[in-house]
């Protein structure tokens, strides 16, 4: 196979000095999947939007099929046939799935007009295509971020790109929405598309690619043919040293209920029942996982549980304090959130860095002010920041800078240690790892633990079931809106787990405490 693109020693500098490539050169070849891996903040992004005319290269150049080019625009980019999926998403709240997906390529009428029959079937067929399970005329602001994720694939795929990058695709997937999307990805590659693959999950990586580019701190360390690694040397080339990957929990006892939802109700504007009779409990020095396909009911469990839309009738408490009708402010003093959608709900990303982490502390933690509450204390809040920094290991050039500077893996230890330091009872952790690579995952992972060995409760989502298994105590199975199994993790399997997260069926939960 000969190459399609090859970048050659791409230099990149982040004003005032901050190097997310130095001298970077690696090739593409036609009709393959190329992995490109590396910590966050390793520079993978950034080296494609530079191919994709996101942002400009300080030095370097860009040959595409044999000539230089340089593509200011994505929109040049994708004129040539490059496509970007990107780990944020980019679309139009506003508007259907089936409008976002052909804006700027709509099928016309004789007359000109938008040929909405025509593009609305044209979207159906994709989306059965990839089972996907969208609603086409669903508005992108009342979908899941996982159904944008869907969205941001099909856009591009409509568009016949032959040289399509994936920036984290399968971060907002289940474990069963995964291999029809690698099904279609190998499809794509046997009639000629190149695929650039960036990822976190190196298993993914093993099955899917041909050959991997690693890069670390901003250095290409190398390029080698995938079925030469293994998950254990790989990892060590991306971190510089072992990672391990068996269960990292040890089984304790824990102590009293501290979170408990008793006979929840939800529905949505409709009317439809979107959680029924949900009763689960969290105890302190516990960590319990939600395990669940996209779609059934997970975005309704944690809204209701934080205030954000009503409950139709049960009960919600933290230590045993009844928090229906409490304002967010009140619960947010006894519950820290970390929720999926880290751009949106999470973060705000036109703020500081060091505004981002103290949100919340700023009215909770009476270190941070002076006069009763009413001034900050710019020491103080400087060192709040500096400490958030170092035990997350928050890659970052000064706490000032925009906090939509950092890596999207950057930006989510910074949330995740702003929540974590709240020091709450109980821990709602929506996605926490998502987007984050091996060693950070780690390292969060012992975080969460370290928080249940302190005696708060951890109630974690999460659509990696190795990371339930992994880490968790015990397991819920949602399925339609209902909890449908409570498992404690030691006495069920990763395959027991999956076959009732598809077809449900009530198991009688004593027998698995």
């Known amino acids: 196979m000969q190459d399609i693109i090859s970048m050659n020693h791409i230099i990149k500098v982040f004003p005032p000095n901050v190097v997310a490539l130095d001298d970077v050169s690696v090739s593409f070849r036609e009709g393959e999947i190329h992995a490109v891996v590396g910590e966050n903040g390793a520079g993978k992004s950034t080296l494609m939007k530079i191919l994709y005319g996101m942002t400009a290269a300080n030095s370097g150049e860009i040959i595409y099929r044999g000539t230089p080019v340089h593509f200011s625009t994505p929109g040049e980019a994708t004129a040539n046939g490059i496509g970007m999926v990107h780990q944020e998403i980019l679309l139009i709240p506003q508007y259907t799935i089936w409008e976002n997906i052909i804006l700027g390529f709509e099928p016309l009428t004789h007359f000109g007009q938008i040929d909405r029959r025509k593009a609305k079937d044209i979207v159906k067929k994709q989306i059965e295509a990839f089972q996907f399970n969208l609603d086409p005329d ?116 824990p102590g009293k209920v501290v979170f408990e939802m008793s006979g929840v109700n939800v529905t949505d504007s409709a009317h439809r029942p979107m959680l029924k ?90 270190r941070l002010t002076r006069f009763k509450g009413t001034v900050l204390d710019q020491e103080q809040v400087d060192r ?20 939509r500077s950092l890596s999207g893996g950057n930006q989510q230890k910074a949330i995740l240690g702003r929540e974590l330091k709240l020091d709450t009872p109980f821990l709602l952790l929506d996605q926490p790892s998502r987007g984050l690579d091996v060693g950070s995952i780690e390292y969060i992972h012992q975080h969460i633990l370290q928080m249940r060995d302190e005696g708060h409760a951890v109630l974690l989502l999460s659509s990696d079931l190795e990371e339930l298994f992994r880490i968790t105590d015990r397991i819920f199975v949602l399925h339609r809106g209902r909890i449908v199994a409570d498992f404690e993790t030691e006495k069920t399997t990763l395959d027991e787990v999956g076959i009732l997260m598809l077809e449900g069926g009530m198991r009688d939960a004593e027998t698995h405490r």
């Open 384 to 403: 709040f920041a500096d400490e958030i920094r170092n035990d997350f290991d928050i890659q970052m050039d000064k706490p000032e800078a925009e906090i």
């Open 138 to 253: 669903a508005k992108v602001e009342d979908i899941s971020v996982a159904a944008r994720q869907k969205v941001e694939i099909l856009k591009l795929l409509y568009r016949n790109v032959s040289f399509l990058i994936l920036d984290e695709p399968t971060s907002v997937l289940t474990p069963q929405e995964i291999p029809q999307l690698f099904a279609e990805l190998r499809n794509l590659r046997q009639e000629g598309c190149t695929i650039v693959y960036i990822s976190h999950h190196l298993d993914e990586v093993l099955d899917l690619s041909d050959r991997t580019t690693v890069l670390r701190k901003g250095k290409k360390i190398d390029t080698v043919d995938t079925d030469e690694l293994t998950m254990r040397s790989l990892a060590r080339m991306m971190v510089g040293r072992e990672i391990l990957f068996e269960p990292v929990r040890k089984v304790r006892k």
């Open 277 to 366: 009779d949900v009763n689960l409990q969290v105890r302190a020095g516990e960590i319990a996982g939600i395990a669940g396909v996209e779609g059934n009911g997970q975005m309704e469990l944690v809204k209701s549980i934080m205030g954000l839309i009503p409950v139709d009738r049960g009960k919600i408490l933290v230590q045993g304090e009844e928090l229906i009708s409490a304002p967010i402010l009140e619960r947010r003093e006894k519950i820290a959130f970390v929720s999926q959608d880290r751009a949106n709900m999470g973060s705000c990303l036109n703020a500081s860095i060091k505004e981002n982490v103290i949100m919340t502390h700023h009215r909770l933690n009476p």
